[in-house]
């Protein structure tokens, strides 16, 4: 047993996970015509749709809740405010928007413009991934494989792996068969 575990932890611990981890910060989850560099509007069609996402939130719209929580993560076409991202994300994940508790698993996990705090981090890439977001099941996966914030799982990091897969995550099916490789059951 013991060596099972060295083997895989000599085996990820080299990072050779495939995936989109919580190390990488991905925001290809909102709409991008905001953004003023489009060849599309100007700086007055920016703000109006900036306003509408304002409205669309303050209405329930968790959509326009999660496109501003990046815009104001973010910083680019809006002053960078991570306290006002944070509470947009968190009100976006209440609703029901993966793609915000997802973020909010990596800022937390990470400790991005909040007090680090694993285990809140982890409880929202669980919330993202039990949502069908593939790509938290893997990095949770990643989590448990590592025992990073958590006791190691390599039983819970396989079925992660597997469930990821199975949505779609090539990284996560590459990961699967390097667990299922070193005989993990």
């Known amino acids: 047993m013991i060596k099972i575990f060295m083997s895989i932890g000599l085996l990820f611990s080299i990072n050779l996970f495939a995936s989109e981890d919580h190390a990488n910060h991905d925001h290809s989850h909102h709409d991008h015509s905001h953004h003023s560099h489009s060849h599309q509007g100007t700086a007055e069609d920016t703000q109006k749709k900036i306003q509408a996402y304002i409205k669309g939130c303050d209405e329930g719209d968790i959509k326009s809740c999660n496109n501003l929580a990046v815009l104001y993560d973010l910083g680019e076409v809006v002053e960078q405010d991570k306290d006002k991202a944070i509470k947009l994300y968190t009100k976006a994940c209440s609703g029901g928007n993966r793609y915000s508790c997802s973020t ?52 819970r990091a396989k079925s992660l792996f597997f469930k990821a897969c199975n949505g779609g995550n090539e990284g996560a099916c ?6 299922k490789k070193v005989g993990v059951k």
């Open 104 to 155: 909010l698993g990596e800022l937390y996990f990470k400790g991005d413009g909040v007090k680090q705090d694993k285990s809140k981090g982890i409880d929202f890439y669980t919330k993202a991934c039990e949502s069908e977001h593939y790509n938290s099941c893997n990095t949770l996966a990643i989590i448990y494989i590592k025992g990073d914030g958590v006791k190691q799982d390599v039983s």
């Open 174 to 179: 590459q990961n699967y068969e390097r667990v």
